[in-house]
């Protein structure tokens, strides 16, 4: 994906992106190895969404991203 025009890793990122629900496996109790792989998802998860947010800077399309970046740097503490 790295060498892949802006426009096909956008596009291919909010397709990924728009499957995303929720915290990973919610409905479960936790445990040692769910709170790990919960982190590592939810880690990718905010690299998917950089990633994506890069590709349509790159398109020169940034106002609509916006929105969707405020409440994610809010909740890890970026915003004053």
Do not use: K
Request: charged share 25%; no cysteine.
């Amino acid at each position: 994906m790295r060498d892949a025009p802006s426009g096909q890793v956008a596009s291919a990122l909010s397709e990924a992106l728009s499957w995303w629900q929720g915290e990973p496996y919610a409905d479960l109790d936790a445990s040692p190895w769910l709170t790990s792989e919960r982190t590592r998802l939810t880690e990718l998860h905010h690299q998917a969404v950089e990633l994506r947010a890069r590709a349509v800077l790159d398109l020169g399309r940034g106002a609509p991203l916006i929105p969707e970046l405020e409440t994610p740097g809010r909740r890890a503490g970026l915003a004053a």
